[in-house]
């Protein structure tokens, strides 16, 4: 192959038909185009906010083969993978963590692939030239590291054979094991289990009127309710809120048959919210937000309803975000997720690797201690 590397700063300079070739296949809805042109045409993900874009695609005598959501950050906020640790020692130590390169995509995390290859590629070869062109970038902008966040599995394992360190941690989610419906997920719990989310779940909807809308059913005004919930929560929790409304214009204008957004009304007023974006085999919550304060109403929204809605799809997993131990009791069970670092610095590097090769024995660990004993599950 006679691979040639590009940089563009936005998707948009990719296109969309272009950058669909690689992402469509894929069934991930965040690697498509819409979701981060959204994410870069709307403000929020920019170079005033710390997210230049840097996607690299990869041509074989002038044949799209490869491509690689790529950005320069000028911090870690947003990427769901803590790395403040490193940026600090290495500060004190004299070194300029910032800026950096990160393969991920903005605000978001969930798994898939970073690495995307045409049909019929040769897969390691088009892997190795995206992996080269990122480091080269890397080495020629003088930045401190790459980072991959959250690979899908056998990308992470790729990799590391490539000699990146390898980061593990974990996350809540989801599966069907054949349950039918809510009731047949339901029987799989514990008698305690099921009592405990039959009561929240009537004490969450009482005196509310909860509808899943999706496709040309979400209006603006409905758009506006959401957003007043998203800065309402990213207010409290956050203190800044990454995402700008046009953000949530844009993905319902371009992506609104691949979102359900659950709408909780109180006599015909919006009074909370849970996004979720509609993969091929998977329903992904994301932002969620209320005005009310009501007990358990967060698990309906967020975990309930898209327990039900997955199931209503054929979707044979729901995931619910990061972190989050109290999932654990609502069936999500914890799973291992990735990412994987290059880091310029020997001194670092050593630092690093050190570091992870026990925090993967102790993520791990912890894992075996979740499903053994905080399984809702009568048999796991």
Known sequence: MSLTARVHSTVADVGRETWDALAAPTGDPFLSFDFLDACEASGSAVPGQGWAGRHLTLEDDGRLVGAMPLWLKGHSQGEYVFDHSWADAFQRAGGDYYPKLLSAVPFTPVSGPRLLVAPGEDVDAVRAGLLQAAIGLAERLDVSSLHVNFPSTDQWDWLGSAGLLKRQDLQYIWRDRGYGDFEGFLAALSSGRRKSIRRERREAQDGLDIRILTGSEIQSEHWDAFFAFYLDTGGRKWGRPYLTRDFFRRVGETMA????????????????????????????????????????????????????????????????????????????????????????????????????????????????MLRREGSPYRET
Request: overall charge negative.
């Open 257 to 368: 048959d691949r979102i359900a957004l659950v709408m909780a009304f109180d006599d015909e007023a919006p009074a909370a919210g849970a996004l979720n974006f509609i993969g091929r085999d998977a329903l992904y919550g994301r932002q969620w937000g209320a005005l009310v304060d009501k007990p358990f109403l967060h698990f309906e929204l967020c975990y309930y309803r898209a327990i039900e809605l997955a199931l209503d799809l054929g979707l044979g997993r729901v995931e619910a975000g990061a972190q989050g131990e109290h999932k654990l009791g609502r069936g999500y069970l914890p799973e291992p997720v990735h990412s994987a670092h290059w880091i310029a610095h020997p001194g670092l590097r050593r630092a690093v690797a050190d570091h992870l090769e026990g925090e993967r024995a102790a993520v791990d660990a912890e894992i075996s």
